[in-house]
């Protein structure tokens, strides 16, 4: 990759020079309190004296904003952007939900800082939905019906989230990152498929979900009730903004056998990965007795497909994307 080579003017040096930016602390009081700012300032490569570059003062004053609200703990615009997106509710109405003035968010959506208290308001219903409901019933008559009834359905169905784990939030949260199309059907064979390496190669499961045996394949019921209405659709579920930016609660270990996964199975539709499931011990096992299209739900032990993925992770050494495609390889080559 070449850099760009950045030029302009310097009055120090009277004529177009080469600069490069880099960051400087710099000391700020705001209400009687010292804060330290890094900024970014241009420096001419010739006598090493600042310039003044057009649209760097804009980006100090955001970078100073950004960084004041993170001092003091305050939500960014991007934050109430994201409560707007997740409770399907507009600047104003949410406004009068959290028991503001009508123009309070509006202004802070335009740049005004917001104060502690409103701050932490906007926080808590940010990361849980039945705060927002309680939010919502106390400030009803404020919203028409339509807008506190959208919003009010959006809060139900985020809370509807957190049937399932923690952790598996967060799996699922990184596989919509680095996948772009996710069926309901893709998912769950990819959470198999990553419970299955995972629990071959660090000895436990990697979430506390069990799989039951339905007619295609391995499934997480719970998971399969939080899609359901996307049915043979990619999910775009936009209750999952609720989780961006807490990938970071996985371990390495964790986003390493996610990422194995994804860039090998990840590459298959959901039908091609149902046809590998049904090869593998575990799931033909507990069909045992079971015709082709009866329904069955029998538990897939996590013990039973730990087991299995030990003996293709000696076969295949499936710690690797190499060693992952010729077990898939080796699968889709049987005839089912
Ligand atoms: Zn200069």
Same mark, same amino acid.
């Given at each position: ?80 952007? %994201? ?23 509006? %202004? ?31 400030? %009803? ?114 986003? %390493? ?80």
């Amino acid at each position: 990759m070449t850099e760009k080579v950045r030029r302009d003017f310097c009055i120090e040096c009277r004529k177009e020079t080469e600069y490069f930016l880099q960051k400087k602390d710099i000391v700020k009081n705001i209400k009687d309190k010292e804060y330290i700012f890094a900024i970014t300032v241009a420096v001419c490569a010739e006598c090493g004296e600042e310039m003044s570059l057009p649209g760097l003062i804009d980006k100090n004053v955001q970078e100073i904003d950004e960084q004041y609200r993170t001092a003091e703990g305050l939500v960014s615009m991007d934050d109430i952007e %994201r409560l707007m997106k997740i409770y399907k509710i507009g600047k104003t109405p949410l406004s009068l939900a959290l028991g503001f003035g009508e123009v309070t968010i509006p %202004r802070y959506l335009e740049g005004q800082m917001p104060s502690k208290e409103y701050s932490d308001i906007i926080k808590v219903t940010l990361s849980s939905p039945a705060q927002m409901k309680q939010k919502l019933m106390e400030n %009803r008559e404020k919203l028409t019906d339509a807008a506190f009834r959208k919003a009010f359905a959006a809060a139900e169905s985020l809370e509807s989230l957190f049937s399932v784990s923690d952790k598996m939030l967060r799996v699922i949260a990184y596989i919509f990152e680095k996948l772009e199309e996710v069926t309901p059907l893709m998912l769950q064979k990819l959470l198999y498929f990553i419970q299955g390496v995972y629990s071959a190669l660090y000895k436990r499961p990697i979430f506390a979900e069990d799989c039951r045996a339905w007619v295609h394949g391995p499934v997480y019921p719970e998971v399969y009730e939080l899609f359901r209405d996307f049915k043979y659709n990619p999910i775009d579920d936009a209750r999952f903004a609720l989780l961006e930016g807490t990938v970071d609660a996985l371990t390495d270990d964790e986003k %390493r056998v996610i990422g194995l996964v994804v860039n090998t199975f990840g590459m298959y539709g959901g039908k091609v990965l149902e046809r590998i499931t049904h090869n593998e011990a575990p799931w033909i096992e507990a069909r045992k007795g079971y015709g082709d299209s009866i329904p069955s739900s029998e538990l897939l032990p996590k013990e039973r497909i730990m087991k299995y993925y030990i003996l293709i992770n000696q076969k295949y050494g499936i710690d690797t994307e190499d060693g992952l495609r010729a077990y898939i390889h080796d699968m889709l080559g049987k005839a089912s």
